[in-house]
Antibody, heavy 119, light 111 residues
Framework: QVHLVESGGGVVQPGRSLRLSCVASGFTFNIYAMFWVRQAPGKGLEWVAVISDDESQKSYADSVRGRFVISRDNSKNTMFLQMNSLRGEDTAVYFC????????????WGQGTMVTVSS | QSVLTQPPSVSGAPGQRVTISCSGSSSNIGAGYDVHWYQQFPGTAPKFLICDNNNGPSGVPDRFSGSKSGTSASLAITGLQAEDEANYYCQSYDSSLNGWVFGGGTKLTVL
């Protein structure tokens, strides 16, 4: 079974940091690009970041560029999102997702992990 | 405001056909980038449904179909069923933003 499982969410104060993890199983992790997508409470989906299969290419949404860092460890089938200088508007469920093709279709999603930024 | 514009809600009776539009611009849909559609039930992760060229994962009923014309795309659902009641999102790439964008989402209500 193909699975993605996120972890690392929680409640954090503004300005602090948090690191999310996404563990993959059931497929060859190191040949797929991966996304982070978030969803604020009651809102729609927002692309956060993407990383290529070999970590050579990374891209970020304007809203998080310079504060968030995406990375992966293919030896551990794991992707990470280091979130620094967190703000209230970063409060959301964070999903990791597998990129199916070059056009960015996301065919496998994790269940999500909640991040709440609040004092 | 989302770069891709979707109607906040649509509705239809069981058995009917409904369409959900996704309006973009020359830097995303109009530039020829694929449009992908996702279905999301409250409290769960999104599920990939289909592309505008009707490519999609196996297991998705052929009642769902995608299309694209100019700077807009549409998701059509025929033979509407109660289980189709969910939120639907479109997604594409935007060359001006150098990133991926989602529509604001459409809530489908089956009457």
């Amino acid at each position: 079974q193909v699975h993605l499982v996120e972890s690392g969410g929680g409640v954090v104060q503004p300005g602090r940091s948090l690191r999310l993890s996404c563990v993959a199983s059931g497929f060859t992790f190191n040949i797929y690009a991966m996304f982070w997508v978030r969803q604020a409470p009651g809102k729609g989906l927002e692309w956060v970041a993407v990383i290529s299969d070999d970590e050579s290419q990374k891209s970020y949404a304007d809203s998080v560029r310079g504060r968030f860092v995406i990375s992966r460890d293919n030896s551990k089938n794991t992707m990470f999102l280091q979130m620094n200088s967190l703000r209230g508007e970063d409060t959301a469920v964070y999903f990791c997702a597998r990129v199916m093709d070059e056009e960015g279709a996301l065919d496998i999603w994790g269940q999500g992990t909640m991040v709440t930024v609040s004092s | 405001q989302s770069v891709l514009t979707q109607p906040p809600s649509v509705s239809g009776a069981p058995g009917q056909r409904v369409t959900i539009s996704c309006s973009g611009s020359s830097s995303n849909i109009g530039a020829g980038y694929d449009v992908h559609w996702y279905q999301q039930f409250p409290g769960t992760a999104p599920k990939f449904l289909i592309c505008d060229n009707n490519n999609g994962p196996s297991g998705v009923p052929d009642r769902f179909s995608g299309s694209k014309s100019g700077t807009s795309a549409s998701l059509a659902i025929t033979g509407l069923q109660a289980e189709d009641e969910a939120n639907y999102y479109c997604q594409s790439y935007d060359s001006s933003l150098n990133g991926w964008v989602f529509g604001g989402g459409t809530k489908l209500t089956v009457l």
